[in-house]
């Protein structure tokens, strides 16, 4: 029998046919039990993604095993914009094109003349491909293999988007540049303060306003709501130590700008610089400096010996690293289909 494509959209059966294929393809990988864990959860009907955007998933079937999978997904909030998500293929590019024609015509019929991706829902999900990298995937590196991205350039995707990350063991290198931003912005009156798990659901909507604000020019960035932002990052509230998830405010206890680390799981002594936004209007004061130094100072003091910087886009001002020591050591890329 030759393959077949099947269509659903929540099916639980399904769902597990895919499951079981995650595991298939990343079997080595010690993150695939919460990656299985979260893909089920984003794609669970109850997500309130879905209040918002409609999803039809398409797997490649062979002899009744499933060999490869993708989502077409379609947010109202971003009109003419269609996405590519939960893109799995075993080594076959003839099952790879056959699965994106799929997911492209069901895109195209419904409208959309741009085709992102690989996106999970959104970017606030996982999105993007590794392309190179020096060590194995960590915390919050996509799972993808390495042929995806030779077969969605054959299908006639070009790269949207590139992304880094890095790593630094010297934090000697950050602390003459940044003390100074960090004394100064505390003597005008700006407060850092810590993350309030006491208050976890109103400091929760202090970061998903600053957020909303910050990151609105991100590439494929939608305008989401509360409730979608705490499906997301409700479930890390008892992960969080608040020592390392700082906000600061203006003298008047105005919040515009926050930053938050986590000690990786995966690799001893080594904290993640997960995310960090300063609002426009306060971009010229150095609190991004302030952030460094504290963050960095923090991490110095609680013996961490490696500090990780995830998915920083190039272009970014950021990713240029003013202060010498570190190491690139992962790059990917985001994808773009213009349709005629």
């Known amino acids: ?25 990343y079997n080595s990988d010690l993150r695939i039990n919460n990656h299985v864990l979260e893909t089920k959860k984003l794609l669970y009907h109850e997500n309130p993604f879905f209040n918002y955007a409609t999803i039809k998933n398409f797997i490649v079937a062979k002899n009744d095993i ?6 077409a997904i ?13 893109f799995d293929c075993i080594h076959d590019i003839k099952v790879s ?16 003349k741009i085709i992102r991706g690989p996106i999970n829902l959104s970017i606030w999900h996982d999105y993007r491909f590794i392309e190179t990298l020096k060590r194995k995937p960590t915390i919050f590196d996509p799972f993808n293999k390495e042929y995806y991205i030779d077969f969605w350039k054959d299908y006639g995707f070009k790269i949207a988007e590139k992304y880094v990350s890095a790593v630094r063991s010297d934090f000697n290198f950050v602390f003459p540049y940044t003390k ?6 505390l003597k005008k009156g700006f407060k850092i303060r810590e993350f309030s798990k006491k ?5 929760l909507k202090i970061i998903y306003g600053l957020s909303k ?14 409730e979608e932002f705490f499906f997301i990052y409700e479930p890390f509230i008892d992960k ?9 405010e203006t003298n008047d206890s105005k919040p515009v700008a926050f930053s938050f680390a986590i000690p990786n799981p995966l690799i001893k002594n080594q904290l993640i610089l997960k995310t960090m936004g300063v609002l426009k209007e306060y971009q010229r004061q150095k609190l991004a400096a302030t952030f460094m130094y504290s963050q960095h100072l923090k991490a110095k003091e609680r013996g961490f010996t490696e500090c990780y910087y995830p998915l920083i886009r190039r272009s970014n001002n950021i990713e240029k690293f003013p202060y010498q020591g570190y190491e690139i050591i992962t790059n990917y890329v985001s994808f773009e289909l213009s349709l005629k």
């Not at 499933?66 to 989502?71: F, G, K, P, Y």
């Not at 100074?180 to 912005?185: G, L, P, S």
């Not at 910050?214 to 509360?226: A, G, K, L, P, R």
Request: aromatic residues 12%; proline residues 1%; charged residues 25%.
């Open 180 to 185: 100074n931003a960090y004394e100064e912005n």
């Open 66 to 71: 499933i060999i490869a999978h993708a989502s």
């Open 97 to 112: 094109n056959m699965l994106l024609h799929s997911a492209i015509e069901y895109l195209k019929q419904n409208g959309c």
């Open 199 to 203: 208050n976890s659901k109103e400091d």
């Open 1 to 25: 029998m030759g393959n077949k494509i099947i269509e659903y959209t929540h099916e639980d059966e399904c769902v597990d046919k895919y499951m079981d294929l995650l595991r298939q393809l």
């Open 213 to 226: 604000q910050i990151f609105e020019e991100s590439w494929n960035q939608v305008d989401i709501s509360f």
């Open 240 to 248: 969080i130590n608040p020592y390392f998830f700082e906000i600061i």
């Open 74 to 86: 379609i947010d109202k909030r971003n009109l003419g914009v269609g996405m590519i998500g939960f």
